[in-house]
């Protein structure tokens, strides 16, 4: 998982998801912290390839996981082949990369918007049946699965 140096707490909570699905899978998690300033994750991700064996990655957001994406290619790794990336928010950055990245869309404007009506309930005093709210979520752009990923993948399965 590509983070964030800066601890925000939406990453915090994507992070705990990651740990979880590690977890789970009997995989050992790996966070990668660095700035989401592209200059410097230049320099953190062109020394990342000369020790690690990563074959997926996925950044908190969009910048990170393409920044991540165009270093691993400069260091020779072909993606997706060897190596699926994905980000959160479906951003322009997502369709601009070559090739395009997979990201999880999150309905951000929908979340402002169901937020404040629910503030707006809260302030006015009137019944809530429920302040938590899941909104749908995609994946868009899916990338195949690498080898190693799908070999993990079978090797688990019952």
Not at 4 to 21: I, P, Q
Not at 30 to 39: A, E, L, N, V
Not at 45 to 52: G, L, P, R, V
């Amino acid at each position: 998982m590509l983070s964030t140096a800066r601890r925000y707490s939406v990453n915090d909570k994507k992070e705990a998801g990651y740990l979880k699905a590690m977890a789970e899978a009997n995989l050992e998690p790996m966070i990668f912290r660095t700035s989401g300033d592209t200059h410097i994750n230049r320099q953190h991700f062109s020394t990342f390839f000369k020790d690690k064996k990563v074959d997926a990655a996925i950044g908190v957001r969009d910048s990170i996981a393409v920044s991540f994406m165009n270093i691993a290619r400069d260091n020779g790794r072909s993606v997706p082949e060897n190596l699926a990336v994905a980000g959160f928010q479906n951003t322009k950055y997502a369709l601009l990369s070559r090739p395009n990245l997979t990201s999880i869309d999150i309905p951000v404007y929908d979340i402002g918007a169901v937020s404040m009506r629910l503030l707006t309930k809260l302030m006015n005093q009137n019944d809530v049946d429920n302040i938590r709210i899941v909104l749908p979520h995609y994946i868009v752009r899916d990338s195949p699965p690498t080898e190693s990923t799908h070999d993990a993948k079978s090797s688990s399965d019952p």
